[in-house]
């Protein structure tokens, strides 16, 4: 196995031959150590951005994460590194695990689920800045139940599952052995899989005529075609400040609350929330909830919604 740093823990071993032939901080064209270290830093942003955002939910906590990792790299140079792409995943996922442990620490009381911050684009496509973002995306229904996870728990789960990181490359963060982190990972995805999180599929317009016809049949009070382009097993989540409980299984009552909640006055706007449907709800041209869906197989199997006046304003500025 190659070590990424003589003293720091092997990282991804894949990335490796394009970082040891790199040129170093004294290489030719090379104005200083400083822009050296910059540029290279820069090739990887991207990537360590998409780690601390799956691993904290958290947009503004990502850019913080990879932020600090820029000045612990920056002071600490690359003096024995061997695999640059590693090395600085390793220190932006130690990062985010103190965030994590520091927010499981201090708990917050929510009126509801603590709902992840959403990549927003507009409906005919995210940006090149999101689309680095959501390079194996993960759905806003899965960074609402890796919230419910230990944080050792996600790191394993996020570095294993979704980048594809070996266990014994992992273990040494955490501080335990393989075969832990092997059990820690294993032990989120079980969570992951006994919440029914599923990613959404098909392409994004057939999503969006299954969230528009859902509108249309609430507004409508149409009872019936709810119930039918809704999963038997739905999950509707809200941050618990709209009127209507913050956690609702099944049809019946996802489709009732629907029905409860319609507006005539509501104008909606389709947008993509983490590439994939969802609705901009507004009254009266203010925000008045943001709706993530998740459709499998041309049914609504999740909704989760942001509600909360302050952070729609927040989202969207």
Not at 184 to 191: Q, T
Not at 199 to 222: E, I, K, L, S
Not at 275 to 289: C, F, K, V
């Amino acid at each position: 196995m190659t070590s990424v740093r003589d003293d720091v823990n092997p990282f991804h071993p894949d990335d490796a031959d394009d970082d040891a032939d790199a040129p170093g901080p004294g290489g030719q064209g090379r104005e200083s150590e400083t822009a050296w270290l910059a540029e290279r830093f820069e090739e990887h942003r991207g990537r360590l951005r998409a780690v601390a955002y799956r691993m904290l939910g958290s947009l503004d906590e990502a850019d913080d994460a990879v932020q600090e990792a820029w000045v612990r790299f920056s002071a600490a140079g690359t003096d024995g590194v061997v695999n640059l792409g590693g090395w600085l995943t390793t220190i932006v996922s130690r990062i985010c695990l103190n965030t994590l442990r520091a927010r499981a620490s201090r708990p917050e009381t929510l009126a509801g689920p603590r709902m992840p911050d959403p990549v927003l684009s507009p409906a005919d496509g995210p940006t090149p800045e999101q689309e680095a973002l959501l390079a194996d995306s993960v759905g806003l229904a899965l960074l609402v139940v890796l919230d419910t996870l230990t944080p050792a728990e996600r790191v394993a789960f996020v570095l294993h599952d979704v980048f594809d990181f070996p266990f014994g490359e992992i273990a040494p963060m955490l501080d335990r052995t393989p075969q832990a982190a092997r059990q820690l990972a294993s032990r989120a995805r079980h969570r992951v899989r006994v919440a029914g999180t599923r990613q959404p599929d098909g392409p994004v317009a057939a999503q969006q005529a299954v969230v528009d016809a859902f509108f249309a049949a609430a507004r409508a009070g149409d009872l019936g075609t709810l119930v039918e382009l809704l999963d038997p097993d739905v999950v509707l989540r809200t941050d618990g400040f709209a009127a209507t409980p913050a956690v609702l299984r099944g049809a019946d009552a996802v489709s009732s609350a629907a029905m409860g909640g319609a507006n005539p006055r509501a104008e909606f706007q389709p947008v993509l929330v983490n590439g994939a449907a969802g609705m901009l709800i507004t009254m009266r041209g203010r925000p008045a909830g943001l709706m993530a869906f998740t459709i499998v197989d041309g049914r609504i199997t999740a909704i989760d919604g942001i509600t909360d006046p302050y952070r729609l304003r927040s989202l969207l500025n």
